[in-house]
């Protein structure tokens, strides 16, 4: 089993819906999760993190964590063709290292 | 710019060489971390330093060599390249190990090992 654990996709949305992406940790004591995007031929970029269980939002984002259950999510809603990139899920470690997931690919279509 | 830079940009080498990959930041950030990505992997940590002079290995350090004399700067030494070293290679930063606290990445290195 991978610590970090996310579908590869191709997640298919259509314009203007909601993309639903889904990240499953090992570590029952992470502390915190980030959320990062990444275009193809570029380097990830920080999006959000979240460290308290329940929801956060900032602007079309909004990640959602639960502890008890292990799981981060993270919603884009109204969904522009630009969103469509690899999201990367990624787990505070010990001394600053983050652990990634293998990230989901998005598909925005219009 | 200040920030965080990568050379080269691209690299074609041969099986055997050994290859040095330079990531330099302007930030005075203490921890440094060198990544590599590979399709169906994600982003793996190969070695990380917490200040100068400080290293540890990370997820997969076999065959690479990293040193950091200056806070600034933190080399990726690929000491006899492997064609399973093909990868994109990113170097990132962070202030600091806190909980919170993000890590910026540089634009990476695309090395090739024919």
């Known amino acids: 089993q991978k610590e970090v654990e996310q579908n590869s996709g191709p997640l298919s949305v259509p314009e203007g819906a909601i993309a639903s992406l889904n990240c499953t940790y090992s570590d029952r004591g992470s502390q915190s999760f980030f959320w990062y995007r990444q275009y193809s031929g570029k380097s990830p970029e920080l999006i959000m993190f979240i460290y308290s269980n329940g929801d956060k939002e900032d602007g079309r984002f909004t990640a959602q964590l639960n502890k008890a259950s292990q799981y981060v999510s993270l919603l884009i809603r109204d969904s522009q063709p630009s969103d469509s990139a690899t999201y990367l899920c990624?787990?505070?470690?010990?001394?600053?290292?983050?652990?990634f997931g293998a990230g989901t690919q998005v598909v925005v279509t219009p | 710019d200040a920030g965080i830079t990568q050379s080269p940009r691209y690299k074609i080498t041969e099986t055997g060489r050994q290859v040095t990959l330079m990531c330099h930041q302007t930030w005075s950030h203490s921890y440094m971390f060198w990544y590599r990505q590979d399709l169906g992997h994600g982003l793996r940590l190969i070695y990380y330093s917490a200040a100068a002079d400080i290293t540890d290995k990370g997820e997969v350090p076999d065959g690479y060599v990293v040193s950091r004399s200056k806070t600034e700067n933190f080399p990726l030494t690929l000491e006899s390249a492997t064609r399973s070293q093909t990868s994109v290679y990113f170097c990132?930063?962070?202030?600091?190990?806190?909980?919170?606290?993000?890590?910026?990445f540089g634009s990476g290195t695309q090395l090739s090992v024919l």
């Open positions: 990132a930063s962070s202030e600091s190990g806190q909980s919170n606290e993000k890590l910026f």
């Open positions: 990624a787990v505070k470690r010990s001394w600053g290292k983050l652990q």
